[in-house]
């Protein structure tokens, strides 16, 4: 699981090959810019357009080569800092069935 603090230096260039070619699911927890900033390269997290990024979701979870030549990515709502267990259920639950 990624989280906010480490956004930054999860987001250089030469991790995105790194992801691209990981065979467990990444957890980008409470990014606005989803896997984006992550799995692409010529950008990073800070200077990746939010306005275009930003699905509202939480938290996304990444995993590439699940089909071949693929990769997918589902996304985890929080409308209520409340509902932060359900969340964290949600993710928990969908790793499972990967």
């Known amino acids: 699981m990624i989280t906010p603090t480490k956004f930054e230096k999860a987001s250089e260039d ?13 957890i980008f927890f409470d990014s606005k810019k989803r896997h ?5 390269e ?8 939010w ?21 997918d990515a589902w996304y985890f709502y929080l409308s209520d800092q409340k509902n932060i267990n359900k969340l ?5 639950k969908k790793i499972g069935e990967l």
């Open 14 to 26: 030469h991790l995105a090959k790194v992801y691209g070619e990981l065979k467990l699911p990444i």
């Open 36 to 40: 984006l900033p992550f799995v692409r």
């Open 42 to 49: 010529d950008f990073t997290y800070e200077t990746a357009n």
């Open 51 to 71: 306005e275009s990024l930003d699905n509202g979701s939480h938290t996304t979870i990444y995993l590439a080569g699940l089909n071949k030549d693929s990769e």
């Open 88 to 92: 964290y259920n949600d993710i928990f």
